[in-house]
């Protein structure tokens, strides 16, 4: 009997939770297979809205597209985003494809523009870094040619040494 009685108490317990009964059996009473028990449905939650409803709330009212900006773009009244960071003032600084140009030049072809490129470009981003206003859009080609013209004067260098090295031994050998 203590077998019946806890699954009357489930069934009991999974009609207080509303489990899934069809509406159209509610109210009636069915007979449970356990010797002498019946269970009457009865409505715990129902499908219709509750009085006094009205319905649901109007949406809010705001500017199109919602009370945030799109992603990327301020909010009204700033100005626009810097991809770059820092201020709106963007440019390219005047001498850095010359730079560039003279770095790869003295990597190729004569190593004796090296120390030009790499005066020029340390000058160029001694201004960069001077200028917090101005966000310029070439910082990278500066730097690469400064970068360029420093190997490219100190291969000139080795070159130099070397060739100061072998004058050196072919006068002393004669």
């Avoid at 001498?95 to 190729?108: A, D, H, K, Y």
């Avoid at 490129?117 to 160029?124: D, F, L, P, R």
């Avoid at 100190?154 to 004669?174: D, P």
């Amino acid at each position: 009997m203590a077998h019946g009685t806890t699954l009357a108490r489930t069934v009991n317990e999974m009609l207080r939770r509303g489990a899934g009964f069809p509406p159209q059996r509610l109210g009636r009473s069915v007979v449970v297979p356990v010797p002498g028990s019946t269970i009457t449905y009865h409505s715990v939650m129902s499908d219709a809205p509750p009085p006094g409803w009205g319905g649901p709330p109007p949406p809010p009212q705001g500017p199109p597209g919602g009370p945030y900006p799109a992603p990327g773009q301020p909010p009204a009244g700033y100005p626009p985003y810097n991809p770059y960071g820092g201020g709106g003032n963007f440019r390219e600084h005047p001498q850095g494809t010359t730079i560039l140009v003279l770095g790869i030049l003295s990597l190729v072809i004569c190593s004796i523009l090296g120390p030009f490129a790499w005066s020029m470009g340390q000058k160029a981003l001694r201004e960069i870094d001077s200028d917090p206003t101005t966000t310029y859009t070439n910082r990278g080609a500066i730097n690469a040619g400064r970068i360029c013209g420093i190997i490219a004067t100190c291969l000139l260098g080795l070159a130099v040494i070397v060739i100061i090295i072998a004058t050196i031994a072919a006068a002393g050998s004669n």
